[in-house]
């Protein structure tokens, strides 16, 4: 299996240009999870699918959407980029029938300028 | 969720125990204290969580006090790849909706 992974790795944006950021499991999990990370913080939650075909907004939502594609994959995208958004974004799972464990993808570093 | 306090950092000495403690003391008796760590910014990495009771597993043992506010996380052998940041959270068990919120975690150095 290969977890939770995430594409790009690295991204840069201008302002104002849009972009998706794409993540896919493979572990059958039910939920799945977006947070963002800026320099020296924890992780605060941006959007998260309890399941396929629901999607509810977490801690920080704006500025950004979703989209609960399938089972498998939930994007992200931003439409119009700010430098407020260059974070390092992580994308995260759980099945939420035995949900102790979140599992977390690799992180897509965004950098606005 | 609960709110949970750690201190910023603390170091050890490898091959020592490191005791990472972390103050809950709203916590709520349906609430389950989780540990995750964070190595060198990659994604976060559940550890252990537990109740009230004390629990062990392959990682690190989570020791409880008594009356649920306070917890220590244990790593028996602290190795250098022990490094990370370690966020102490609590949440209710099951649940998509019951996220996790993360602190600024616990900023562990092992060194040599």
């Known amino acids: 299996n290969a977890g939770v992974t995430q594409t790009p790795k690295f991204q840069v944006l201008k302002t104002g240009q849009s972009m998706t950021l794409q993540c896919a499991q493979d572990m059958n999990h039910n939920s799945m999870y977006w947070y963002r990370q800026d320099p020296g913080m924890g992780l605060r939650l941006i959007y998260y699918?309890?399941?396929?075909?629901?999607?509810d907004k977490g801690e920080v939502p704006n500025g950004y959407n979703v989209s609960r594609l399938n089972k498998r994959e939930f994007s992200l995208r931003l439409e119009s980029a700010a430098p407020s958004q260059t974070s390092v974004y992580f994308c995260?799972?759980?099945?939420?029938?035995?949900?102790?464990?979140?599992?977390f993808g690799p992180g897509t570093r965004l950098t606005v300028t | 969720d609960a709110k949970t306090t750690q201190p910023p950092s603390m170091d050890c000495a490898e091959g020592r125990a490191a005791n990472l403690p972390c103050n809950h003391s709203t916590i709520s008796g349906n609430e389950y204290v989780y540990w995750y760590r964070q190595i060198h910014s990659q994604g976060p990495q559940y550890i252990i969580h537990g109740l009230k009771n004390n629990e062990t597993n392959e990682m690190a043992s989570l020791i409880i006090t008594e009356d649920r506010k306070s917890s220590t996380l244990i790593l028996p052998h602290a190795t250098l790849r022990d490094t990370a940041v370690y966020y102490c959270?609590?949440?209710?068990?099951?649940?998509?909706?019951?996220?996790?919120?993360f602190g600024k975690g616990i900023t562990l150095s092992v060194r040599p």
């Open positions: 959270i609590v949440r209710l068990y099951t649940g998509a909706n019951s996220k996790l919120t």
């Open positions: 995260a799972s759980i099945n939420s029938g035995n949900s102790y464990e979140q599992y």
């Open positions: 699918s309890a399941s396929e075909g629901t999607t």
